[in-house]
Nanobody, 123 residues
Framework: QVQLVESGGGLVQPGGSLRLSCAAS????????MGWYRQAPGKQRELVAD???????NYLDSVKGRFTISRDNAKNTVYLQMSSLKPEDTSVYYC?????????????????WGQGTQVTVSS
């Protein structure tokens, strides 16, 4: 069973920075994408950023220029560097690993999730 362990959340003032880490129990090369999602109370979970095995990245519009996703393949770890944080970034952040599995009826997406880490941006 794949395990993803997040760390690095906490309370930070507006304009501050945090770095989230997600350590996987197996090689992250085994996954097509690694990503960070967030979910605030009463809202749907949304993709914040993801990175493919080849290093291509994708970001939510509202975090472009402020957040950076990266990966350390040797450590099986994915990071989310968050800067210029705003109160609206307050949420539980979840690490995600997605693997495409070919089946007789087409490709299936297997998703794995971490337990989540709280990020609170407040003065």
């Amino acid at each position: 069973q794949v395990q993803l362990v997040e760390s690095g959340g906490g309370l930070v003032q507006p304009g501050g920075s945090l770095r989230l880490s997600c350590a996987a129990s197996e090689s992250i090369f085994n996954f097509n994408t690694m990503g960070w999602y967030r979910q605030a109370p009463g809202k749907q979970r949304e993709l914040v950023a993801d990175i493919t095995s080849s290093g291509n990245t994708n970001y939510l519009d509202s975090v472009k220029g402020r957040f950076t996703i990266s990966r350390d393949n040797a450590k099986n770890t994915v990071y989310l560097q968050m800067s210029s944080l705003k109160p609206e970034d307050t949420s539980v952040y979840y690490c995600n690993a997605m693997r495409l599995v070919e089946t007789f009826v087409g490709a299936r997406k297997d998703n794995y999730w971490g337990q989540g880490t709280q990020v609170t941006v407040s003065s």
